[in-house]
């Protein structure tokens, strides 16, 4: 709970895309449960009117079955007084979900084998989870996922120090979102995305004073990692921030409905 109501700095702030949206939980960590319902509906309640959707479940445990969680939510109405399934394009509190898909990088040739079965899916990013599959950007196998990916143009939704694990998508021409870019590391990313216009950085540590302004707004793109962190933070940061209207709408949804294509 926040000690004053930061909805009237939010003011009129609509999000059409958030890049980091999970369902599930973290089994060894305290939280919410991350149900579907639940986060789609918090997603509403913050005006967020579409979402990239992954599961932690197929992070952690089962691969396909989260996967095919995931893409059983396209569609689905985040406000149960919208009433009905749908796309939810035109009902009042409803989220667009875009499906993500998960692969375990502890098993790359597994991990190429479900971006196989999903992109016929239409599924059209990616989601690496390697701080919680204990891998290193410096392994075979996230270089590996990476070429897959790069050559399908799917957009890498990633975790990690980006001080790392830029290194793997470089020289591949890859669409990415480093979602985990803090302000303190916000210079490498800059010196990174300089040689790569696929690089993005996701808002959501970008807190700091001045932090939303240093990046190029067109490589800048909205995330919230709801339910697991609170979307009000990301949310008050850019309401306040100094971009332009243009700038905000571009990092609200613009950005990545252009990525996502």
Not at 40 to 65: E, K, M, Q, T
Not at 225 to 238: F, N, S, W
């Amino acid at each position: 709970m926040t000690a004053f109501d930061a909805g009237g700095l939010v003011g009129e702030l609509e999000v059409t895309f958030d890049v980091d949206v999970l369902v599930g939980a973290y089994p060894d960590r305290d939280g919410p449960p991350g149900t579907p319902e639940s986060v789609l509906a918090a997603l509403a309640g913050h005006r967020v009117r579409a979402g990239a959707v992954a599961s932690l479940r197929a992070a952690l445990f089962d691969v396909r079955s989260g996967n095919d969680e995931v893409l059983s939510l396209r569609g689905t109405i985040g406000n149960s007084e919208s009433g009905g399934a749908g796309t939810g394009r035109d009902a009042a509190g409803a989220v667009d979900v875009v499906p993500v898909g998960t692969v375990d990088l502890r098993d790359p040739i597994g991990a190429v084998r479900e971006i196989d079965r999903l992109e016929p899916l239409g599924v059209r990013a990616i989601r690496l989870f390697p701080d919680e599959q204990g891998v290193e950007a410096g392994f075979p196998s996230v270089r590996h996922v990476a070429r897959r990916a790069a050559v399908s143009g799917l957009v890498v939704l990633t975790g990690g120090d980006v001080r790392r694990f830029w290194q793997p998508f470089s020289g591949l021409e890859a669409k990415v979102v480093f979602l985990d870019t803090h302000f303190y590391h916000l210079g490498d990313f800059l010196v990174a995305a300089a040689d790569e216009p696929g690089f993005h950085t996701s808002t959501r540590l970008l807190n700091s004073p001045d932090a939303l302004e240093t990046v190029p707004a067109d490589r800048l793109v909205f995330g919230s990692r709801a339910p697991h962190y609170e979307p009000i933070v990301p949310l008050l940061r850019l309401a306040t921030s100094g971009l332009t209207p243009d700038e905000v709408a571009a990092v609200a949804g613009g950005n990545a409905r252009r990525l996502f294509g």
